[in-house]
């Protein structure tokens, strides 16, 4: 097996991942009951453009409407406005975006539909400050929650509570029409008022909830949040709002299902395929840790899994900053540190990536690793164990030229691990 592609491999594994949560091809299995009155189109996230301009081409009807997404996101839609702005730090143009999509939903009749198109990366994209807050504080509230390891649940709880956009708020602005959510979902386990913060999906958090994860987390937020989160006025609405009583909510598109079609891919390679989870969380470093003992145990001992074997896992990890100038997203630190955990193994490789195509901050997806890595890095004077510290896994696999670049895939159902072990 010395001609092994491992890349090839891993790139036809991460294509049909993504095809599987293509917009194009699972929202006309989704199209709601036409209205008598109007249909309008309203959506967030890294994925929302392409889900709008996939609904015109499904949609039969008259529409009209807006949708926010992430810059270099957009692609070009009929009748649906598109929006830039930032991610993952919220903007002006977010702000903008969030105002423009309760004017796009004021005075609708109970005979209107609105159809919220909904992927991962709207928390970002629709920062809405709540009560006597500003857009400052809210940058501060992202800023803290991204550097603080809490897993993704945890953090759209809390900016669910300082939002006045999220938690179903639009939802319950658009009322008494009719709303339809159509969502692809990036949280593990698939809960849809967490996807984006659920600015049209309730949920029964509380502001005590937020609280008992600030304090947990050891945020250390502004003073004016932590008086709101304080105050009633933070509470969001119920799911038993009779606002809500009509809606729906439908999972177009999920992790799981990207896994399984990834899988398919790697069994007719001639490599069995087993999916440990859709739903892994924790620090992607310690993440990294058990699968890199998963892959050694199949390597010298046929266990768990024999091999020739992929491994592939998805849902969310999270990174906690201990350095300062380092590069990278979680995928990349993962990778990084399996990198190290398997070290000198033979006939291990490993890849990981976000299926939005965008890894934290940079223009790479993830990257693609081995048991070489870091000998590799070592022949170019560098320490794995440094950079991760420095958490600059982008710096890492740069310098071996394994960085995964897709460009945006215009869909986000998390991420994708695989350990083949040959």
Same mark, same amino acid.
């Given at each position: 097996m010395s001609a092994f592609d491992a890349k090839g491999l891993f790139t036809a594994m991460f294509e049909a991942a993504v095809a599987a949560a293509d917009p194009e091809h699972v929202i006309r299995d989704h199209l709601p009951a036409k209205p008598n009155g109007r249909t309008i189109v309203i959506g967030a996230g890294k994925g929302s453009a392409q889900m709008a301009r996939a609904f015109e081409r499904a949609w039969s009807g008259q529409l009209s409407g807006l949708v926010v997404t992430r810059y270099g996101y957009a692609v070009p839609c009929e009748t649906i406005e598109v929006i830039e702005a930032a991610h993952p730090v919220p903007d002006a143009a977010g702000l903008a975006g969030a105002r423009r999509l309760f004017e796009t939903v004021s005075g609708l009749s109970e005979d209107d539909l609105v159809v919220a198109l909904i992927s991962g990366g709207g928390s970002a994209l629709l920062p809405c400050? *709540? +009560?006597e807050l500003t857009l400052e504080d809210e940058i501060a509230v992202n800023r803290e929650l991204l550097a603080s390891g809490a897993p993704i649940s945890a953090m759209n709880t809390v900016r669910k509570h300082v939002s006045a956009i999220k938690g179903g708020r639009l939802a319950a602005a658009a009322w008494p029409a009719r709303v339809v959510s159509l969502i692809v979902s990036d949280i593990p386990g698939d809960q849809p008022s967490l996807v984006s913060s659920g600015p049209t999906v309730p949920d029964r958090s509380t502001r005590q909830d937020a609280l008992v994860i600030v304090e947990a987390y050891r945020l250390d937020l502004p003073e004016a949040v932590m008086r709101h989160l304080r105050s009633p006025a933070a509470n969001a609405p119920s799911p038993d709002d009779h606002r809500f009583a009509g809606n729906e909510v439908r999972v177009i598109a999920s992790a799981a299902k990207s896994l399984? %079609? %990834?899988a398919e891919v790697a069994r007719k390679a001639g490599i069995e395929a087993?999916?440990?989870? $859709? *739903?892994? =969380? +924790? =620090? *992607? &470093? =310690?993440?990294a840790k058990v699968h890199a003992a998963i892959a050694r145990e199949v390597a010298t001992r046929d266990r768990p899994f024999r091999k020739p074997v992929a491994i592939l896992s998805g849902g969310e990890t999270t990174v906690t900053l201990r350095g300062t100038g380092g590069r990278g997203g979680r995928n990349g630190e993962f990778l990084l540190s399996l990198a190290i955990g398997i070290d000198g193994a033979e006939g291990i490789h490993v890849f990981a990536a976000d299926t939005d195509g965008i890894d934290g901050s940079e223009q790479n997806a993830g990257a693609f690793a081995d048991s070489t890595s870091v000998a590799r890095l070592r022949a &170019? +004077?560098? $320490?794995a164990k440094a950079l991760l510290n420095a958490n600059d896994s982008w710096g890492a696999f740069d310098a071996l030229g394994d960085l995964f670049q897709p460009g945006p895939t215009g869909t986000n159902v998390n991420d994708l691990r695989v350990v083949v072990v040959r």
């Amino acid at each position: 097996m010395s001609a092994f592609d491992a890349k090839g491999l891993f790139t036809a594994m991460f294509e049909a991942a993504v095809a599987a949560a293509d917009p194009e091809h699972v929202i006309r299995d989704h199209l709601p009951a036409k209205p008598n009155g109007r249909t309008i189109v309203i959506g967030a996230g890294k994925g929302s453009a392409q889900m709008a301009r996939a609904f015109e081409r499904a949609w039969s009807g008259q529409l009209s409407g807006l949708v926010v997404t992430r810059y270099g996101y957009a692609v070009p839609c009929e009748t649906i406005e598109v929006i830039e702005a930032a991610h993952p730090v919220p903007d002006a143009a977010g702000l903008a975006g969030a105002r423009r999509l309760f004017e796009t939903v004021s005075g609708l009749s109970e005979d209107d539909l609105v159809v919220a198109l909904i992927s991962g990366g709207g928390s970002a994209l629709l920062p809405c400050p *709540a +009560g006597e807050l500003t857009l400052e504080d809210e940058i501060a509230v992202n800023r803290e929650l991204l550097a603080s390891g809490a897993p993704i649940s945890a953090m759209n709880t809390v900016r669910k509570h300082v939002s006045a956009i999220k938690g179903g708020r639009l939802a319950a602005a658009a009322w008494p029409a009719r709303v339809v959510s159509l969502i692809v979902s990036d949280i593990p386990g698939d809960q849809p008022s967490l996807v984006s913060s659920g600015p049209t999906v309730p949920d029964r958090s509380t502001r005590q909830d937020a609280l008992v994860i600030v304090e947990a987390y050891r945020l250390d937020l502004p003073e004016a949040v932590m008086r709101h989160l304080r105050s009633p006025a933070a509470n969001a609405p119920s799911p038993d709002d009779h606002r809500f009583a009509g809606n729906e909510v439908r999972v177009i598109a999920s992790a799981a299902k990207s896994l399984k %079609a %990834a899988a398919e891919v790697a069994r007719k390679a001639g490599i069995e395929a087993v999916i440990l989870s $859709d *739903a892994i =969380e +924790g =620090e *992607a &470093r =310690e993440v990294a840790k058990v699968h890199a003992a998963i892959a050694r145990e199949v390597a010298t001992r046929d266990r768990p899994f024999r091999k020739p074997v992929a491994i592939l896992s998805g849902g969310e990890t999270t990174v906690t900053l201990r350095g300062t100038g380092g590069r990278g997203g979680r995928n990349g630190e993962f990778l990084l540190s399996l990198a190290i955990g398997i070290d000198g193994a033979e006939g291990i490789h490993v890849f990981a990536a976000d299926t939005d195509g965008i890894d934290g901050s940079e223009q790479n997806a993830g990257a693609f690793a081995d048991s070489t890595s870091v000998a590799r890095l070592r022949a &170019r +004077g560098l $320490d794995a164990k440094a950079l991760l510290n420095a958490n600059d896994s982008w710096g890492a696999f740069d310098a071996l030229g394994d960085l995964f670049q897709p460009g945006p895939t215009g869909t986000n159902v998390n991420d994708l691990r695989v350990v083949v072990v040959r």
